[in-house]
Each structure stands twice: as structure tokens, then as C-alpha cells.
């Protein structure tokens, strides 16, 4: 299995409040991405990442921003939790895009309330 | 913008029945395509790609897919399903070039394996 993990693994937050979600791989991939789970959504992409300090926006990153200061960690930020952002989040790694499988995690449960 | 469509959002079948999964997708430039397996509470996991070549790609679990250019399909099969077999299944799609290359995802289909 691939090496990657996703802390916390359940949270439950309150409205308005910030969190952090934090994926650390040990597999050196250049790649990293965050992606939440919606009943009837599928996997849709918030954010991802292509080195250190360089990112870009998925199709639903409003109210989400990430970091990422070293390749093995790829930050996910809900400033400002809102319900609606109640969801499960995968991160995934890949070496790069294009014909490479992506890899995922095992997946963080967020519930806002 | 690419679109993947995964025509069903569940299908029920009997133990050791065939099984088809669907994905239609809307791009007219070269592709690479996926299936993926996600089991209950877990990630997902690549079950096979399609990258170039013979369109017909074998993957893990007996499962196997085939690629058709001239409908932009690439349909899941496997011949006999297990209990365990029962999960959700993504369609993934990314493009060779003049498009994106990070996949774009179907909805999922759930697969439902009764004994």
C-alpha cells in the first residue's frame, strides 16, 4: 500500500470555526490532492498540488485554501466551517498526471454542526 | 470542460451473475482512462487503466474493461461476481493532451451483490 495517511481521521466541528486537515505521504510524489466525497457528487477535486508552495484550484475550492511546505504534507484549511462543507475527504498522490494512477487515503470524516 | 458519466448509480445483482458498469465520457482529444474500487469505509484503489493499445484491459479481481473510441466508452465487466465485490466504483478520465491532465471523476456506481 501506498504510503499515505490523513490526521484527523473523524472530527466533528462547529460552525465558524477554522480546521485543519493534514496528509503526509512517504512516497516522494510530486503530486498530492484533496478531494471530498458527497453522496450523488462522486469525488469531486477542491485543490491540488504540483511541488512544494505550488497549487492550484479544483472545481469546488471556494471557502478551502491549502499549503504546502514540504513535499510529504499537503494541507487542507476550512477557514470558516460551514455545514455545507460537511463531507468526507480523500487526499491522493500521484508521480505526476496524465497516464499515472493517483493513490489515495484512507479518508478523513468531517461533520460541521 | 471533460465530463464523465456514469450511467447507473446502483446496480443490484445476484452472486455469481455477469455485471456491467458504465462510463461515457465528453472528450473528443486522446485519453487515458480509469476504474477505480472503493470499499466500504476505505479509499479508493485502481482496478485497471486504460493507457493506449489493446482496448480490451484486464485489472485485478477478474474485472476487465474495454475501451471504444468511437462511443467515448469504457464499460466495467466481469463475468461472475462475488459477495465481496459489492462497492462503489468511480469511472476516472484524464486527457493526453490540450486538456487537462488531472482525472475527472464520474458519480460513482454502486454495486450490490446479493447471495
Known amino acids: 500500500d501506498a504510503g499515505i495517511t490523513q490526521s484527523p481521521r473523524h472530527k466533528v466541528t462547529e460552525t465558524g470555526t477554522p480546521v485543519t486537515l493534514r496528509c503526509h505521504q512517504t512516497?516522494?510524489?510530486?503530486?498530492m490532492y484533496w478531494y471530498r466525497q458527497d453522496p450523488g457528487h462522486g469525488l469531486r477535486l477542491i485543490h491540488y498540488?504540483?511541488?512544494?508552495?505550488?497549487?492550484d484550484k479544483g472545481e469546488v475550492s471556494d471557502g478551502y485554501s491549502v499549503s504546502r511546505s514540504k513535499t510529504e504534507d499537503f494541507l487542507l484549511t476550512l477557514e470558516s466551517a460551514t455545514s455545507s462543507q460537511t463531507s468526507v475527504y480523500f487526499c491522493?498522490?500521484?508521480?505526476?498526471?496524465?497516464?499515472?494512477?493517483?493513490?489515495f487515503g484512507p479518508g478523513t470524516r468531517l461533520t460541521v454542526t | 470542460a471533460q465530463s464523465v458519466t456514469q450511467l447507473d448509480s446502483q446496480v443490484p445483482v445476484f452472486e455469481e451473475a455477469p455485471v456491467e458498469l458504465r462510463c461515457n465520457y465528453s472528450?473528443?482529444?486522446?485519453?487515458?482512462l480509469f476504474w477505480y474500487v472503493q470499499y466500504p469505509n476505505q479509499g479508493l484503489q485502481l482496478l485497471l487503466k486504460y493507457l493506449s493499445g489493446s482496448t480490451l484491459v484486464k485489472g485485478i479481481n477478474g474485472f476487465e474493461a474495454e475501451f471504444n473510441k468511437s462511443q467515448t466508452s469504457f464499460h466495467l465487466r466481469k463475468p461472475s461476481v462475488h459477495i465481496s465485490d459489492t462497492a462503489e466504483y468511480f469511472c476516472?478520465?484524464?486527457?493526453?493532451?490540450?486538456?487537462?491532465?488531472?482525472?475527472?471523476f464520474g458519480r460513482g456506481t454502486s454495486l450490490i451483490v446479493h447471495p
Open positions: 472528450s473528443s482529444v486522446s485519453v487515458y
Open positions: 491522493a498522490i500521484s508521480e505526476s498526471t496524465g497516464s499515472y494512477e493517483q493513490y
Open positions: 512516497e516522494n510524489h510530486r503530486y
Open positions: 498540488s504540483y511541488g512544494v508552495k505550488d497549487t
Open positions: 476516472a478520465v484524464s486527457e493526453k493532451a490540450g486538456g487537462s491532465y488531472i482525472p475527472t
